[in-house]
Structure formats: structure tokens, C-alpha cells
T-cell receptor
Framework: GAVVSQHPSRVICKSGTSVKIECRSL??????MFWYRQFPKQSLMLMAT?????????EQGVEKDKFLINHASLTLSTLTVTSAHPEDSSFYIC?????????????FGPGTRLLVL | GQNIDQPTEMTATEGAIVQINCTYQ??????LFWYQQHAGEAPTFLSY????GLEEKGRFSSFLSRSKGYSYLLLKELQMKDSASYLC???????????FGTGTRLLVSP
């Protein structure tokens, strides 16, 4: 099956610094990538939808200036958490949708655990 | 708005059958997904229902009733490795995204 990778898998940073998370589709082209956030014992909350070559669409309540998303190619999307604070500590998961396919072909990455001290 | 509800936690015994329910209220409903998520890992796709009825896939089956806004995931012959969270998610016509339910943590005991 299709593989989506995320890097790093785990990151610890100081409050006020910025952190970049990469999401790559390894063996397929993904026109759309999704970024989710998951707090402990809670479900996945969609943060934004990233389309290759265009601006990301953010969900209500998600600050686009704080969570910068870049989808420069059909295999790579990045999420940058700027000026991170302890409340940004969470599990960030990306997913990628196969080009021309429906949501049932959405493949999830392994997630990135962010801890902001 | 949208509302997707699942029980928070369920427990069951190895070898048994368990049914995890999901109710939803949303406009423009298109289809319903079930995912399994082990702690600290990404969700993995289990099933996708668009039409009413039961879809069986090995030990797992998923049911959908569009008129009732109701779905369930049925797990048979439970194994210890089935201990995980089970997430239902809804897709809507014209929207290329999923909205996830609250998730159900299933604990399978010996």
C-alpha cells in the first residue's frame, strides 16, 4: 500500500522557537495533504487542507500565521509551528490523498509528537 | 454544524464480539469511514460505507443506515491486539475532508 512518512517523529523544543514538520508521500503523488492535531485521549481535529501549488485552507479557529503550511510538490508538505508554546504540545498527523482518488484513499503518516517546554 | 458521537470506552473479552456505535448529524452526508488507531500511532483504514447495509471484511464488519444517521463497527473473535481506539469519520458532498468522531477506546481483556 501507499506510504506516507513524517519527520521528525518526535521533537522537544523551547517555548518561543519554531518547529518544522515534514510530510512525504513516498511512492505516490498526493495532490492533497491534510494536517491534523490530536490531544491525549481525544480524536483527530483537522487543522488545514493543503493543495499542491496553492494556499492551504485552514479550519475555523486555526491561526494560519502560527501554523504555516507549504505544499511545494506532489510529494511534500510542511507544517511549521511558529513561536511554539506549551499549549501547542500535541500529536500532529498528516495524511495524503492519492491523485484523482477519493477520501477512501487517504493514507496517514506515523505522526509527530511535539513537546514544547 | 456537525455532530458525531461514539461511546468513550468499551471493554470486551478475548474471543467475544463487540459492536461500536457511531451516530452522526450532518448536512450533505456522503459516506462514513472507520479507522483503527493504536496508542501513539497513526490511524489505519478499516472500512468505508456509502450505501445502507452491512459490509463484511474478515473479522470486521461495518453497517450504515443513512436514514437513521447511524453506523456500527462489529468486531468478531476479538484478539488482544484489537485493543485500540476506533474512530468513525464522516465525509460530506462537496468537501474534500473528513470530520472525525470522538473515538471509542476498546480494551480487550483475557
Amino acid at each position: 500500500g501507499a506510504v506516507v512518512s513524517q519527520h521528525p517523529s518526535r521533537v522537544i523544543c523551547k517555548s518561543g522557537t519554531s518547529v518544522k514538520i515534514e510530510c512525504r508521500s513516498l511512492d505516490f503523488q498526493a495532490t492533497t495533504m491534510f494536517w491534523y492535531r490530536q490531544f491525549p485521549k481525544q480524536s483527530l481535529m483537522l487543522m488545514a487542507t493543503s493543495n499542491e501549488g496553492s494556499k492551504a485552507t485552514y479550519e475555523q479557529g486555526v491561526e494560519k500565521d502560527k501554523f504555516l503550511i507549504n505544499h511545494a510538490s506532489l510529494t511534500l508538505s510542511t507544517l511549521t509551528v511558529t513561536s511554539a508554546h506549551p499549549e501547542d504540545s500535541s500529536f500532529y498527523i498528516c495524511s495524503a490523498r492519492l491523485r484523482g482518488q477519493g477520501l477512501e484513499t487517504q493514507y496517514f503518516g506515523p505522526g509527530t509528537r511535539l513537546l514544547v517546554l | 454544524g456537525q455532530n458525531i458521537d461514539q461511546p468513550t470506552e468499551m471493554t470486551a473479552t478475548e474471543g467475544a464480539i463487540v459492536q461500536i456505535n457511531c451516530t452522526y448529524q450532518t448536512s450533505g452526508f456522503n459516506g462514513l469511514f472507520w479507522y483503527q488507531q493504536h496508542a501513539g500511532e497513526a490511524p489505519t483504514f478499516l472500512s468505508y460505507n456509502v450505501l445502507d447495509g452491512l459490509e463484511e471484511k474478515g473479522r470486521f464488519s461495518s453497517f450504515l443506515s443513512r436514514s437513521k444517521g447511524y453506523s456500527y463497527l462489529l468486531l468478531k473473535e476479538l484478539q488482544m491486539k484489537d485493543s485500540a481506539s476506533y474512530l468513525c469519520a464522516v465525509s460530506r458532498l462537496g468537501f474534500q475532508k473528513l470530520v472525525f468522531g470522538t473515538g471509542t477506546r476498546l480494551l480487550v481483556s483475557p
